[in-house]
């Protein structure tokens, strides 16, 4: 069985940046990547992997809503500069290169679900709880800095919510790390509370006479923005890629 290791890059290499006493310091960014990287495939041994980098393009998710992820902290200039030579550093191990337009969560999701309808199964290795919304028990996600799985069982605790309601706790109560907006006014206790009780955004909608009026008034109002903050949030798991699972085969003498 193929089995695809899917790398989120600017979620692991910020975060190993972030950790290096110089920000400067290219050559550690390098090392300590490569030795992260050499572990991730030694541990997972996959047939297949594939490191996908952001793009420059506009996200069509900022062209529907222009403050989404506002305020976020730009790539330090010594990053930014040093990409190019890390990507040429992580090659040679079998890790490809894929570069989205825009955002690579996209991407991400995309090449997992495309492998799993063809009978293969995907570790995404990512930070990103956004990317637990893909739930196909072929699909896992990694934390790297953990060395865990992610736990999807702790993750509903804490919310407060079942994994398939989690786009719809979004909607309500947005997001406020990318900038999703929710209904002003419905906060996460609040939308998990709904969402226990009603189990879906639309039925919830559909029972806004059971409410009291203050409530049921912030959602009414809140429509249009629910809908939206639905849409940013949800994952995208069709994009045309012009590139080939064998174009992302992985060398077995560096993952035995």
């Known amino acids: ?17 972030a950790a290096l006493p110089d920000e400067a310091d290219m050559a550690a960014l390098e090392e ?13 041994s996959p047939s297949h992997c594939a490191i996908v980098w952001d793009g420059d393009a506009i996200s069509w998710r900022k062209q529907l809503y222009e ?14 500069q040093g990409l190019p030579a890390l990507r040429e550093k992580l090659t040679p191990l079998g890790v490809n290169s894929v570069f989205a337009e825009s955002e690579a969560d996209d991407v991400i999701a995309t090449l997992a679900t495309k492998l799993v309808s063809h009978g293969g199964e995907a570790i995404i290795v990512s930070t990103d709880k956004g990317l637990l919304q893909l ?4 699909i896992r996600q990694w934390d790297h800095f953990a060395g ?10 804490k919310l407060g919510i079942e994994r398939h309601q989690y786009l719809d706790y979004l909607a309500l109560c947005g997001d406020s790390g990318n900038k999703i907006p929710g209904v ?10 709904l969402l ?18 203050r409530q049921a008034q912030k959602l009414r109002d809140g429509r249009e923005l629910a809908r939206m903050s639905y849409r940013l949030a949800r994952l995208q798991t069709d994009l045309p890629l012009s590139l080939k699972l064998s174009d992302l085969r992985t060398l077995s003498n560096l993952t035995g």
């Open 1 to 17: 069985m193929n089995l695809l290791l899917i790398i989120d890059g600017l979620n692991l290499i910020r975060r190993i940046h």
């Open 32 to 44: 300590r990547s490569v030795l992260a990287c050499r572990k991730l495939l030694r541990g997972h």
């Open 67 to 80: 403050d989404y992820k506002k305020g976020r902290k730009p790539m330090p200039d010594a990053l930014a």
């Open 135 to 138: 739930q196909s028990p072929k």
């Open 148 to 157: 865990q799985f992610m736990d999807i069982e702790a993750f509903e605790n």
């Open 184 to 193: 002003p006014g419905i906060g996460p206790k609040s939308a998990g509370e």
């Open 196 to 213: 226990r009780t009603y189990r879906s955004i639309a039925n919830l909608y559909h029972s806004l006479g059971t409410l009291g009026p």
